[in-house]
């Protein structure tokens, strides 16, 4: 399994990106698959995941600004980052996953490079 993640670069803040994380080695549409991030210092964080039936959640920090979509055609996934704050600044990471029993999204081991995303005031 490869995940490969591009789209990161320098934005001012209120502008937008949209990440895209291309799979090869399974099938994205048969899983759940995520964003994280983890900026300098600190622990890596979910950020938004899309079920197998695109359900979608997100954490409070980006509702309303970032949505997830998944093109099963191209098993890619993708997350469209609007209205973007320097705290959005980290390094992103797309997984593919499921979900335990709590209904928390569980990633499995394979992990993209990340992108850098750098929001400037």
């Known amino acids: 399994v490869q995940l490969q993640a591009s789209g990161g670069g320098l934005v001012q803040a209120g502008g937008s990106l949209r990440l895209s994380c291309a799979g090869s080695g399974i099938d994205f549409s048969r899983n759940a698959e995520a964003w994280y991030r983890q900026a300098p210092g600190k622990q890596r964080e979910l950020v938004a995941d899309?079920?197998?039936?695109?359900?979608?959640n997100y954490a409070d920090s980006v509702k309303g600004r970032f949505a997830i979509s998944r093109d099963g055609a191209k098993n890619t996934v993708y997350l469209q980052m609007n209205r973007l704050k320097p705290q959005d600044t980290a390094v992103y990471y797309c997984?593919?996953?499921?979900?335990?029993?709590?209904?928390?999204?569980?990633?499995?081991?394979?992990w993209g490079q990340g992108t850098q995303v750098t929001v400037s005031s």
């Open positions: 899309i079920a197998s039936n695109n359900v979608t």
């Open positions: 997984s593919i996953g499921g979900y335990n029993s709590n209904r928390a999204y569980t990633p499995f081991d394979e």
